[in-house]
């Protein structure tokens, strides 16, 4: 079974930076696009940043030039460096993953979300 594990979540200061890391594991062959989408209480679910497998990537307004998605192909793993944080920014932050398992059956994948605080 793929499965996604975020990491890097916590409270921070308006300002402040924060870097999440979201690890794939399982049988996955092939990961097209990783991104993250975030929820705010009372809210729906909305996309962040989105990366492909070519390091192409695209973003969210509200996360242009404070937001950066990296990826390491190598580990699996998508990172989202967030800097100059809001309290607006407070939300759960989900990892999502697009690929082709072992199998060569596609697959579309969640993590279990990692919450980001911001204080004002």
């Known amino acids: 079974q793929v499965q996604l594990v975020e990491s890097g979540g916590g409270l921070v200061q308006a300002g402040g930076s924060l870097r999440l890391s979201c690890a794939a594991s399982?049988?996955?062959?092939?990961?097209?696009?990783m991104a993250w989408y975030r929820q705010a209480p009372g809210k729906q679910r909305e996309f962040v940043a989105a990366?492909?497998?070519?390091?192409?990537?695209n973003y969210a307004d509200s996360a242009k030039g404070r937001f950066t998605i990296s990826r390491d192909n190598a580990k699996k793993t998508a990172y989202l460096q967030m800097n100059s944080l809001k309290p607006e920014d407070t939300a759960v932050y989900y990892c999502?993953?697009?690929?082709?398992?072992?199998?060569?059956?596609?697959?579309?994948?969640w993590g279990q979300g990692t919450l980001v605080t911001v204080s004002s």
């Open positions: 399982g049988p996955i062959w092939r990961i097209n696009t």
């Open positions: 999502n993953a697009e690929g082709t398992t072992t199998t060569l059956t596609r697959v579309e994948v």
């Open positions: 990366i492909t497998s070519g390091g192409n990537n």
